[in-house]
DNA sequence: GGTAGTGTTCCAATATTCAGAACGCACTCC
DNA sequence: GGAGTGCGTTCTGAATATTGGAACACTACC
């Protein structure tokens, strides 16, 4: 572990989630180190462009040059491309955040989403986190993981609210039902008002490489709203593995700028 | 500049890069450094989360992760959340992309996109950059930035096709004109058949904070139609800003799941 | 079964990084 | 107005963290 990077690492993820400008002096107590190294790091991060200082100020900030390096994996992932579509037509007949998801090591990522016109609506940010068996969507993930994942996950549950599953067994039944049934249900095992449902979306191998998604608020998702959800959604992706199917290959590579990103050249060879 | 965490981000952008996951090797070559230093570097952002290896395999890629950091930043970006259904309303009227764009230092940074439903479109994933001069709405967020920036963008100007901008006085000159008539165009200045419409959005104190676009195949954008979209994005603006004045906060903070991007506590104090 | 390449481990040497002190500056509070 | 506090930044020397190279076990390919 390269103690460098990790500080590096830390304090940019520190100023992103700061909600504003941050002082040389607070960021260096908020990561536990002197000022004059997190000078040294601010500086390294900010030619690398991860990082400003706030016009006129000497206040920092991140830029968003971070989300360049994700969006790129996102971009790339032409399965989200090619559903946008279909995310956008499924939320036309749903008053809920319509998302699709993916998993990432342990992770239920939120890889695309469409914000519900509802004012009363549930959090879902692009990029968002969380622990795979605590939302439907990771749920229908996790029940179609190797073998492996689940039985990390299956070592480490913790209970995130009163109704987070705690008991391995217990979890193993449910992600059998899940594959079985064809789609999973979540209610509040992260957000004590929040319910979601989720189906598997397949490759043209039949392995589920996301899950689409609808959550909301628990009182607008009985029993009825439900079952007529998941049939929205197989509807949906049916659509999806079809269009993706027809070898839709993607975007050609978008174009490149100088100064953005560019890869070192080996100086010898 | 610490080498060693530039190392590291210069790494993990190639990662993101890549079309796939990639070997040690490589990964030492392209970055021009040693196996065994990029082993540990490797090692470290493996540790971070920011890189996994590819199931049973030797392989690296990077994860989503990063994409958490840069989403955060947009999150945070309560304009972002208000636009989004009035870019969906929009992107209903027009068949083209619909984007809303932010500056980013010298960058057009494009912070959130509805895609069009057309099978030609133009690339437009989001997270894209590109030089403020070269894009509609970046000439936009140019006009309407601190006389610095627009020295610096005048300072520096690059051709990337033969419609793009050399001549620093055509360029003042053009984003005087911008600001004059609401809006800016961009003809194939950065894609060869690529065109698009732009205007700025504003905050309550009348601070360009946005520009939200429209882009699509030149063909498809004649002078009509151009100043057809104009109306429309003028109209989708006047409500987008009068919906963010309307109080909206955004929402609440997301839930945090431990292990995900902890703040270090001092030691010390 | 040799050769070439790989990912990984180990070690020692030194270049790199870091803590601390020092400085000028902007504030605040008497 | 002047002492005092806390700031961002610079500098320096000490030492530690980082790095390159050699070595290893493996695999793949002739």
Do not use: C
Request: zero cysteines.
């Amino acid at each position: 572990m390269i103690k460098s990077v990790e500080k590096a690492f830390r304090v940019l993820e520190g100023l992103s989630r700061a909600d504003g400008p941050m002082r040389l002096s607070d960021i260096a107590r908020a990561n536990g180190i002197t000022r004059s190294n997190a000078f040294h790091l601010l500086q390294t991060l900010q030619e690398l462009d991860y990082v400003r200082q706030a016009e006129d100020s000497t206040l920092y900030e991140a830029t968003f040059r971070s989300f360049e390096i994700g969006a790129k994996l996102l971009s790339r992932n032409t399965l989200v491309a090619v559903a946008h579509p279909f995310l956008l037509r499924l939320s036309e007949q749903v008053p809920e955040n319509v998302m699709l998801n993916v998993r990432d090591g342990l992770w239920n990522v939120v890889a695309d989403r469409i914000e519900s016109r509802s004012v009363v609506r549930t959090l879902a940010y692009l990029g968002a986190r969380a622990p795979l068996q605590s939302v439907s969507s990771g749920k229908v993930l996790l029940a179609h993981a190797p073998a492996s994942v689940i039985d990390e996950v299956a070592r480490s549950l913790v209970a995130y609210t009163a109704r987070s599953i705690t008991d391995p067994d217990a979890l193993r039944e449910q992600l059998a039902r899940i594959r079985e049934q064809g789609y999973a249900v979540a209610i509040g095992e992260v957000n004590e008002d929040a319910k979601g449902v989720a189906s598997p979306v397949r490759d043209r191998h039949g392995d589920v490489v996301a899950a689409l998604s609808i959550a909301g608020p628990m009182n607008r998702l009985g029993e009825d709203t439900i079952a007529h959800y998941v049939a929205l959604q197989h509807d949906t992706i049916r659509r999806i593995e079809a269009a993706w199917a027809n070898g839709w290959r993607g975007d050609a590579a978008p174009p490149q700028f100088p100064g953005q990103a560019s890869v070192a050249r080996p100086s010898s060879a």
